[in-house]
């Protein structure tokens, strides 16, 4: 049974350009989260994706948004890129948007900006 | 607002012995659940253990077990027989309320020596 797969694994983009990041749940998942970890930090919610509509918001800016597929795949674009956006950025899937105990996460996609 | 709060950067223990490590929370929610996760260098978030707010009895998967006080809010993991693959970050986060998503604590990174 699949896991998470977040692709791609590693990135650097230079300061100002725009990154995609993508995300497939695991199989029989319909909830797409996504979450930023700064080095040496725990990671912070980005937004959550469901039915392919954007279900909750966490304390980022517009550069952030979002997109889910019909198969329930997922797509983060950060726009104009600052440094402070280099960080692990983990995707987690779930059956349902409350079901926090369901999540699993992917291994992420390490991006650095310079 | 939640908050998770592990105030130990960093532990040392001897593999074969037993290790606690601590996190303390903060919620206004009466339904929450807390969870650990284990995060090694790849970067996945693997869960361990999860703890209801209303389950009477402290949760135990194997060789974790969470220290449940809910009066004290505390929540701490304690891993026995530590392994040398039990090193790693840990992580501590709630999940509740009117919010779909993990509040992570900033972690703790466990050394395990032979």
């Known amino acids: 049974d699949a896991g998470v797969t977040q692709s791609p694994t590693h990135l650097i983009k230079t300061r100002g350009q725009q990154v995609t990041l993508r995300c497939s749940p695991k199989s029989g998942h319909d909830t797409v989260s996504w979450y930023q970890q700064a080095l040496g930090q725990g990671p912070q919610f980005i937004f959550q994706?469901?039915?392919?509509?954007?279900?909750q918001r966490g304390n980022f800016p517009d550069r952030f948004s979002g997109h889910q597929f019909p198969n329930y795949s997922s797509e983060l674009n950060v726009n104009a890129l600052l440094l402070g956006d280099s960080a692990l950025y983990l995707c987690?899937?779930?059956?349902?948007?409350?079901?926090?105990?369901?999540?699993?996460f992917g291994s992420g996609t390490r991006l650095t900006v310079v | 607002a939640q908050k998770i709060t592990q105030t130990q950067p960093g532990m040392f223990v001897q593999e074969k012995e037993a290790v606690t490590l601590d996190c303390t929370y903060d919620t206004s929610d009466q339904s929450y659940g807390l969870f650990w996760y284990k995060q090694p260098s790849s970067g996945e978030m693997i869960f361990l253990i999860y703890?209801?707010?209303?389950?009477?009895q402290n949760a135990t998967e194997g060789r974790y077990s969470l220290n449940f006080q809910k009066a004290r809010k505390s929540a701490n993991l304690v891993i026995s027989a530590s392994q040398l693959g039990d090193s790693a970050m840990y992580f501590c986060a709630i999940y509740g309320g009117a919010t779909n998503k993990l509040i992570f604590g900033t972690g703790t990174l466990l050394a395990v020596q032979p």
């Open positions: 994706y469901y039915e392919e509509e954007e279900r």
């Open positions: 987690a899937s779930s059956l349902g948007t409350r079901t926090g105990y369901g999540y699993t």
């Open positions: 703890q209801g707010s209303y389950d009477e």
